[in-house]
């Protein structure tokens, strides 16, 4: 059964601070991994998708890396601002097969505040 | 324009009423998904369809029924709302289930269900 844990569960940096989410996966029989950001009393928005056979992927002020055969993603956050204050849930995507098909498992998130 | 709409987005109602939520998608996907997150944050799926075929069925109570009159919308059912019913239900979608590495899932803005 795979399980996804991000750390940390919380994290509080001043603006301009590079910093960088983790999360890891037990099982590495996966077809994609996707960071995406959660607002307050919004849904998700996509971020990053990173393909199993890729290693990173960029957007902007924002690169994921993935490492399949130990089972763990990082996010690294550029030049933090106040307005990346959020959410952020790394989700991997489930192998063919069974019930499991296309299935996308969440982390807990890390719940990041960016302060002036 | 919105790409994955829900309604209601908030829903008051007592234990042991019927209540629906429903999902609209405008992107021309084939599949569709609805997730709950708990009050940890936890986001899991529920069911997923693909081309209005049930996929997955994650031993969710048969309290909670699916209906999808087409590949555009997916409405999800709840008989004898009970308080731990209490979450927010968010619909998604995403152009197949297979999505063999570049299939990013889109969701909607969630539906707050409270349960007295």
């Known amino acids: 059964k795979q399980e996804v844990t991000q750390i940390p569960a919380a994290l509080s940096v001043p603006e301009g601070e590079n910093l960088v989410l983790n999360c890891s996966f037990t099982d590495s029989a996966i077809y994609n991994l996707q960071w995406f950001r959660q607002d307050p009393g919004k849904g998700l928005t996509s971020l990053l998708l990173?393909?199993?056979?890729?290693r990173e992927q960029t957007s902007g002020r924002l690169n994921a890396s993935l490492d399949k055969s130990s089972g763990r993603s990082t996010l690294y956050i550029a030049a933090s601002q106040p307005g990346d204050s959020a959410t952020y849930l790394c989700?991997?995507?489930?192998?063919?097969?069974?019930?499991?098909?296309?299935?996308?498992?969440f982390g807990q998130g890390t719940i990041l505040t960016v302060h002036p | 324009d919105t790409a994955v709409s829900q309604t209601p987005k908030y829903l008051v109602t007592q234990m042991g009423n019927d209540k629906s939520i429903k999902c609209e998608q405008n992107l021309g996907h084939d599949t569709m998904y609805w997730y709950k997150q708990d009050s940890k944050k936890f986001l899991k799926i529920m069911f997923s369809y693909n081309n209005k075929e049930l996929i997955i069925n994650e031993t969710v109570p048969n309290r909670f029924s699916p209906k999808s009159p087409d590949k555009a919308h997916l409405n999800l059912h709840i008989n004898s709302l009970e308080l731990g019913d209490s979450a927010v239900y968010f619909c998604?979608?995403?152009?197949?289930?297979w999505g063999r590495g570049g299939n990013t899932i889109y969701f909607g803005e969630g539906s707050w269900l409270t349960v007295v």
């Open positions: 990173i393909q199993s056979s890729q």
């Open positions: 989700a991997v995507k489930a192998y063919a097969g069974g019930t499991s098909y296309g299935k996308l498992t």
């Open positions: 998604a979608s995403s152009q197949d289930l």
